[in-house]
């Protein structure tokens, strides 16, 4: 933690959840004074120890969050192999027949890809097709809503999975990833690349809900020097009996985190999402066989999980996307008495939008994928798009929101969520389903951990900016100086 003083800033006005009453902000350009980690005085003139830095007037708003984080699909997804492009199966098969010519991997070595969306695919990807192309090389496609996977039969082989010509989904999936995981691989550089981006776009904070042992994970990164973020470590029901062994509960500080690292949720995934088409839906989806979705965690399971959480201090994150799935989540949580979060609530009936706030449930959403979901949804949810990331509902029924990216599934980049809350569109189209907007000062608010705007006894965590966040372009919003407990750790002034 390091002494600084901010001088010359203009305070930008946000609304905190937080329940210390904070004054209103002082008019004007002011000086921010941070000792031992923590903001400790804030007004003109002020005069301080340690390291200045002039803001020159720029527009000052406390560290950015993102509250649903896969660190390590995060890491990877700057050294794998893109094919987000890929329009068809076809075209996912020639970028990884270019990239096994142009680079191929140490033999037994996976080569890893990302970002394929075949929802609207007119063909099928297919084992067959991706064999053709990667011969003896283990292939791994990672879909971009990372809820299945497209492998090779080499890395079928490599990874203990199941022969068939075609994806893996879900749970399966989800041990894959985590066999992946463990594989030795470097992923430190990848890491380094992560945080240095999530520093330029004024990230001071993660929720990490990878498929991982995050709480003893992290502090080994901490002490590799990989410390620009405070980071909450969630986990899964594998590491349950380990965090309870450990005392560890949501919101204590892990042992060897230098007081970046607390103990976040036990995450649990209870069905699957939409671009798999397997989101838990009450209605059927338009234009298919009829299906449903899938609930991957029976309504009892998941109370029985939730109950025993809370009774060892733990918070829940539910994975809930499809609306069946949002109600069950919410059933568990009235029947519990848990407290939490929804993660996605990507389509909600409107009696359920009512309970978020009457349960004390944190809609934890990730905007940014409305952008990526807006076609799909309109071809497999017809009718439903009014219920479909409903932000403007959730927060006029006093339901507190908090913005994430669920990267890599988007891209981690706070502004570009807000911007997506706020406009509802991300291309020449006029906004999606626009009665769902919020305001640009609601969206920094669910972007800022609940902080509010920068006061006495808040964390040294800021941000400067050189443009107003209430009126400027968000998609592009440039970030000067990203400040984490008094210590720079980007700065283009």
């Avoid at 350009?29 to 003109?44: A, M």
């Avoid at 570009?416 to 609601?442: C, F, K, N, Y």
Wanted: aromatic share 4%; hydrophobic share 45%.
């Amino acid at each position: 933690m390091t002494d600084l003083l901010v001088r010359g800033a203009r305070l930008v006005p946000v609304a905190s959840r937080r329940p210390r009453a904070v004054p209103a902000p002082p008019a004007g350009v002011v000086d921010v004074r941070v000792e031992d980690g923590r903001v400790v005085e804030v007004g003109p003139g002020l005069r301080g120890r340690g390291e200045e830095l002039d803001a020159e007037g720029r527009w000052l708003v406390p560290g950015l969050w993102d509250q649903h984080v896969h660190s390590g699909q995060w890491a990877r997804s700057f050294t794998r192999v893109d094919v987000s492009s890929a329009a068809s199966a076809a075209d996912a098969v020639a970028i990884v027949r270019a990239a096994v010519a142009g680079r191929p991997p140490a033999p037994g070595v996976l080569l890893e890809g990302y970002g394929f969306r075949d929802a609207l695919w007119q063909d099928v990807p297919t084992t067959t097709a991706l064999d053709a192309a990667a011969g003896d090389v283990p292939v791994v496609l990672v879909s971009g809503d990372v809820h299945c996977g497209w492998l090779s039969s080499a890395a079928m082989a490599r990874l203990g999975v199941p022969h068939r010509d075609g994806l893996v989904r879900e749970h399966e999936w989800f041990d894959v990833l985590a066999r992946i995981g463990r594989l030795p691989h470097a992923e430190e550089a990848g890491l380094r690349a992560a945080l240095g981006s999530a520093a330029e776009r004024g990230v001071v904070g993660i929720v990490d809900v990878e498929f991982a042992a995050n709480h003893r994970r992290w502090p080994e990164r901490v002490a590799a020097g990989l410390d620009t973020l405070r980071v909450r470590t969630g986990i899964y029901t594998d590491d349950l009996d380990d965090v309870l062994a450990a005392g560890l509960r949501t919101g204590a500080p892990l042992p060897g985190g230098a007081g970046l690292l607390t103990m976040g949720p036990v995450k649990v995934i209870t069905d699957g999402a939409l671009n798999t088409r397997t989101a838990h839906c009450h209605d059927p989806y338009s234009g298919g066989d009829g299906t449903h979705g899938e609930q991957t965690v029976p309504a009892a399971e998941l109370r029985a999980l939730m109950r025993r959480a809370s009774a060892a201090g733990l918070t829940t994150a539910v994975h809930a996307i499809g609306d069946a799935s949002v109600t069950i989540a919410l059933d568990a949580y009235a029947a519990t008495g848990a407290r939490g979060t929804l993660e996605h609530a990507q389509l909600v009936t409107a009696e359920d939008v009512a309970r978020f706030a009457r349960l004390g449930v944190a809609a934890s959403v990730q905007p940014a994928h409305l952008l990526d979901d807006r076609d799909v949804a309109e071809a497999y949810w017809a009718g439903r798009a009014g219920r479909t990331f409903p932000l403007r509902d959730l927060l006029d029924a006093g339901t507190e929101l908090r913005f994430g990216s669920d990267a890599p599934v988007a891209p981690l980049d706070p502004w570009l969520a807000m911007a997506a809350a706020v406009s509802r569109t991300g291309d020449e189209r006029p906004p999606w389903t626009p009665e769902q907007r919020i305001t640009p000062a609601e969206a920094l608010a669910a972007s800022t951990d609940g902080w509010g705007t920068v006061a006495p006894g808040h964390p040294g965590d800021l941000v400067l900016l050189d443009a107003d966040p209430l009126s400027a372009d968000l998609r592009t919003m440039p970030v000067a100086t990203t400040i984490l407990a008094g210590r720079v750790t980007h700065d283009t002034r």
